[in-house]
């Protein structure tokens, strides 16, 4: 696709929508990737983990929380979901050029981290993790699809996202 200019402003003007439809292709394939690493995560909680990367391998419940969860009521056998109010506190935001995948409950932070008395249970980091390849592509599609004038980047080019 050639495309010529008459003029300086002409092609200054063409410049300046590139940028806009960058941004809004970069802004849209962030959205994709922030949600479904936020239902990735949202789908570890409640089922053991294996290691993942950097990321360890969930150790089993200590059979003091085990007996506590029963006393209470909640289901056993499933690391970190007792109301399911963990799971739900889990959202994304994107901006301009990034997105954020967390949770305002800071209990998720200990979990993800562990504390002297709780092994690390990382939930963010995995679900990331599991997720670079297809944040590669879709950011990839989304970056050329802005660079194109926002066309849709077709498959045999390499990517197998079309960003619309």
Not at 81 to 107: C, F, K, Q
Not at 110 to 136: D, F, S, W
Not at 155 to 160: A, E, F, I, M, R
């Given at each position: 696709?050639?495309?010529?200019?008459?003029?300086?402003?002409?092609?200054?003007?063409?410049?300046?929508?590139?940028?806009?439809?960058?941004?809004?292709?970069?802004?849209?394939?962030?959205?994709?990737?922030?949600?479904?690493?936020?239902?990735d995560?949202?789908?570890?909680?409640?089922?053991?983990?294996?290691?993942?990367?950097?990321?360890?391998?969930?150790?089993?419940?200590?059979?003091?929380?085990?007996?506590e969860?029963?006393?209470?009521?909640?289901?056993?056998?499933?690391?970190?979901?007792?109301?399911?109010?963990l799971?739900?506190?889990?959202?994304?935001?994107?901006?301009?050029?990034e997105?954020?995948?967390?949770?305002?409950?800071e209990?998720?932070?200990?979990?993800?981290?562990?504390?002297?008395?709780?092994?690390?249970?990382?939930?963010?980091?995995?679900?990331?993790?599991?997720?670079?390849?297809?944040?590669?592509?879709?950011?990839?599609?989304?970056?050329a699809?802005?660079?194109?004038?926002?066309?849709?980047?077709?498959?045999?080019?390499?990517?197998?996202?079309?960003?619309?």
């Amino acid at each position: 696709m050639t495309q010529q200019f008459n003029s300086l402003a002409a092609f200054a003007s063409h410049l300046m929508k590139l940028e806009v439809t960058e941004a809004i292709a970069l802004h849209h394939g962030l959205e994709v990737v922030a949600a479904r690493v936020e239902k990735d995560a949202k789908d570890e909680i409640g089922h053991y983990q294996q290691a993942a990367g950097a990321f360890p391998a969930w150790q089993q419940l200590a059979d003091s929380t085990e007996k506590e969860k029963a006393r209470l009521g909640y289901p056993q056998d499933a690391p970190l979901l007792r109301t399911g109010n963990l799971r739900d506190s889990i959202s994304h935001e994107v901006g301009a050029l990034e997105a954020v995948v967390g949770s305002p409950d800071e209990v998720l932070v200990y979990q993800e981290i562990g504390t002297q008395h709780i092994p690390p249970r990382p939930v963010l980091g995995p679900a990331l993790y599991h997720n670079q390849k297809m944040v590669q592509k879709v950011l990839g599609a989304a970056l050329a699809s802005g660079l194109l004038g926002h066309q849709k980047i077709k498959p045999n080019l390499g990517y197998d996202y079309e960003i619309d």
